[in-house]
């Protein structure tokens, strides 16, 4: 029983250059939740999807975020330009039908380091 | 918007003693409430939930937690924690299909 699968695991790279992270919900989950997780901010909502279509991106931090999610079985999130405060784990989650009452299952998380 | 607040986020305690985590938020409409885990370097994994029904719950490797509607409260609890129950812990609301985070406990065990 796969469950969420992210890519990579762990991504260093300098800051200015594009930063793309990958994830595949769970099969049949109809929900997927970009999370990033900071020791001064904790757990962080960015946005998430219903069916393929952007719910809710309030927690996008700025328009160098964007999150895409082509079809049930993959989402990017992508930051350009990246910088320094950047740098974060980035989860990934999926959730079957029935909304609020189902938990939400993670991936192992994109441990992001920008130089 | 629901919050949701954890307090003492560093807990250090001996094996065998009883843990206990304060969870309150805030939220005035009908809320499901999760507690997540995070071993080190893991990702989170879900503890226990609640919906309805009893407002005590039982979760996996012996913890339990308890809605206390009245408090706005879901404090999680184990009666005498090992080595291996050293992670950190999330409380989890969510209300009108949006899942607030607490900040988190982060729990040391000393063998």
């Known amino acids: 029983d796969a469950g969420v699968i992210q890519s990579p695991r762990h991504e260093v790279t300098e800051m200015g250059q594009e930063v793309t992270l990958r994830c595949k919900p769970i099969s049949g989950h109809n929900s997927l939740f970009w999370y990033r997780q900071t020791m001064m901010r904790g757990l962080e909502l960015l946005i998430y999807?219903?069916?393929?279509?952007?719910?809710?991106d309030s927690g996008m931090p700025e328009d160098r975020f964007s999150a895409k999610m082509p079809n049930a079985s993959f989402s990017t999130l992508k930051i350009q330009p990246s910088e320094p405060r950047d740098s974060a784990v980035y989860f990934c989650?999926?959730?079957?039908?029935?909304?609020?009452?189902?938990?939400?299952?993670f991936g192992d998380g994109t441990r992001l380091s920008i130089l | 918007a629901q919050s949701v607040s954890q307090h003492n986020h560093h807990v250090i305690l001996s094996e065998a003693a009883s843990l206990e985590l304060g969870c309150n938020y805030s939220?005035?409409?009908?809320?499901?409430l999760f507690w997540y885990v995070q071993y080190p370097g893991q990702h989170l994994q879900l503890l226990l939930k609640?919906?309805?029904?009893?407002?005590l719950v039982k979760g996996i490797k012996g913890f339990e937690a308890e809605f206390i509607k009245s408090k706005f409260s879901f404090n999680l609890r184990k009666p005498s924690v090992q080595w291996s129950d050293t992670a950190e812990y999330f409380c989890a609301v969510n209300g009108n299909n949006r899942l607030a985070f607490g900040k988190g406990n982060q729990v040391v065990v000393i063998p």
């Open positions: 999807f219903n069916n393929n279509v952007p719910i809710d």
């Open positions: 609640y919906f309805s029904g009893d407002p």
């Open positions: 939220y005035g409409g009908t809320v499901n």
């Open positions: 989650a999926s959730r079957g039908q029935g909304e609020g009452n189902q938990p939400q299952h």
